[in-house]
């Protein structure tokens, strides 16, 4: 990667500007994820097109197809470059370019979407954008390795309490950025469906296991980080500049079968838990559309005393991100009766214990290679109080204390034909435009017999 | 994958003669690693070669090679396709194809290769040989995910021991193949060195971590399975047919750092304790060349009622394999010396108490995708007796005892110019070829400053 000054601590720029509109007149819609200060990337195909998925930028409730911005004459120097990078099947090119090319782009299609943009300009980009109603996703990159961190330390804790009463919190949480390693090839995108994982589990008295269909299928609220250029192997990444190799960030559903994972985690943690399935939205939002978001760090025990690879004042400063983030659950009888999914937890990013950046620091400190389009889960991101649980085993006390729906049902863990939809979003009234993260969304089906 | 008939339980056919010889003279030669009756694989290219990395075969101290063998007229049929697919840059593609596809191949490059091939096809086959001496080696194959399981109970009993002197064996141990995700990116072919591990350790009777270079790194001795033809997201394995997704064994070397472990690896299990280095083989065996050696399961608790999806009279009968295998460990001041490695440890795979064909159909049964190339480890294949541990960990009863070398050097765990080499081989004299896997070689650097 070149040597461009970090993008940590984040400074904000043009494309920040909360009074800036595009000619796209979607992008101006109150509540709308995608205004031109965001600009999020995604791999994306018209639904009957015959040609293949490329990258694409959202602006409104259109997509930008970047394989045709870059057989227009609208781009040059490294924005055509970082363009066509990103117009391929996946965006590991793109990401692999690092930060001041992923900018360059960025800037060069604000100017372009921008109501200011000439006639020409705007007629010329015209030809370049589908309605995202007509398109489908693809995972954003071929993921090589995918970790998963555990940087709430209110989720560790409520977890904590139901595996292990008399040792909720294990003595190194404070000290060290807990992550193990995930499952790649079962990474999906927003829009799937997935069948009731089956396995071990121990009754409850019992001293042998039985097989089972999962009986405590679970959600996790997560965000995920794309890497963008790697480090070689041997070679770790420095706090300050850690940042800089986070391409953005998606939505993120671990999903977690509770009994199979009681049973198995010890000693070498969760497997077949874990692995069958986990849901990402399709838009990555850059860490240059969160800047005006940033905050810091906050920690209920008040630690400052990190170990030096991880401590600095940009980190305490502004490490953390004001992401607000919820979860919908629409049973099949709500869907059938047209009802919208019932948001039961709603949380923000800014109560992480450790940030994006100390992830990336720790994951390196030993010389652990990571390359482009690596996804690394930030773990689910409990807040403080109950409703602010990113997993229905907190929320529901160990499935002791059921969720009440508005038709009356109510739900422990998932039942079949559940569908699960995660959102992130952005907010500060008067000072930033509000950036959104899409949707991140998927079903349950029942397991095989 | 097509539907041929399963290769478990395995059956032997003319590959497997041991009366059979090659025109190659060094694939007679005593203590051969690759008589005909192996055949192995790997990725390589001429070390002053511009070409790139292709497929081959070794044979004596030759390599076939896969892609001169493509242009000759010597192979038609699957045997031709399945050379096609093994002569890219890694051998995903083979591993694809299926048990079928494999065996064509293996079976006409035998008869290519046997005393009886015309003087013709011997001259055509000379123009496709390249002396190893000669060849460096690349991983053989794109490894989208690797899982590491922990199959050996006398391995688990002994760390047990260390880490959890109350608890050792954990209740789960004899019914789940305890298995976890590693990482991908940091698989590194036989040969390569790599600098030891920083990270948070808790020196004995603190109760604050301190930031240093690993004061305890170990080996694991372990074989690599590479996944054959994949299985999609929701379709399980079943037991005997998992052997049919297994294209071969190699040797691995599961780098450890036993202190960073301690401290990081609750509650989610090990990371940064593993993921810095794992080495492995270039050659990989097939399963069908291991049909000889194939044992009864052993079980020292003689446990026979595994859950159905784990339990077959196949797998009973032949699911383990008499692969022998040791260690042995050159320090800078032996090497200086020109003295060859020293041998610390002789175990055998056969010791396992869970199978291949259970690793696979354990990792599926929840509907987890397995993709061609991906690598299962077994874990640490320590035997029942001290001298058949296969870490230093179990070897030095926790660093307590140390290992003695010829020339008065000791170690606990590995010093800085460590050289070790792990060998392993197949052999039942009278009724069966040797059969060997050659080596998985690394050398410890020293840790950043």
Known sequence: ??????????????????????????????????PIQNLPFAVFRHRDSQEGFRGGIAIGDQVLDLWDLTRSD?????????????????????????????SALRHAVFDLLHSHASAVVQQKMLLCLEPQAEVVY?????????????????HATNVGKLFRPDNPLMPNYTWVPIGYHGRASSVQVSGHSFKRPRGQVLPPGATEPVFSACKRLDWELEL?????????LGEPVALDQAEDRVFGLCLLNDWSARDIQAWEYQPLGPFLAKNFATTISPWIVTMEALAPFRTP??????KTDDLAYLRSEANTEQGAIDIRLNIGLATEAMREAGQLPHVV?????????????????????????????????????????LDQAGALLELTQGGKVPVSLPNGETRTFLADGDEVVMRGWCERPGSARRIGFGECRATILPALI
Not at 76 to 101: C, H, I, T, V, Y
Not at 297 to 302: A, T
């Open 345 to 385: 937890c709603t949380t923000s990013y800014r109560h992480a214990y450790w940030t994006l950046a100390q992830m990336v620091a720790h994951h390196t400190v030993n010389g652990c290679n990571l390359q482009s389009g690596d996804l690394l889960g930030t773990g689910t991101l409990s807040g403080p109080t």
């Open 138 to 154: 693809s995972l954003p990159a071929r993921i090589g390795d995918y970790t998963d961190f555990y940087t709430s330390i209110y």
């Open 224 to 232: 995920g980080a794309f890497i963008g250029p790697g480090n070689a």
């Open 74 to 102: 609208l781009l040059d120097g490294l924005a055509l470059q970082a363009a066509e990078a990103g117009a391929k099947s996946s965006l590991n090119a793109l990401m692999a370019l690092g930060p001041k090319a992923w």
């Open 1 to 34: 990667m070149n040597s461009t000054p970090s993008q940590f601590p984040s400074t904000l720029n043009r494309t920040h500007d909360p009074a800036a509109t595009s000619w796209v007149a979607s992008a101006q819609a109150a509540g709308t994820d995608f």
């Open 297 to 302: 760090l906050e920690r209920p025990d008040g």
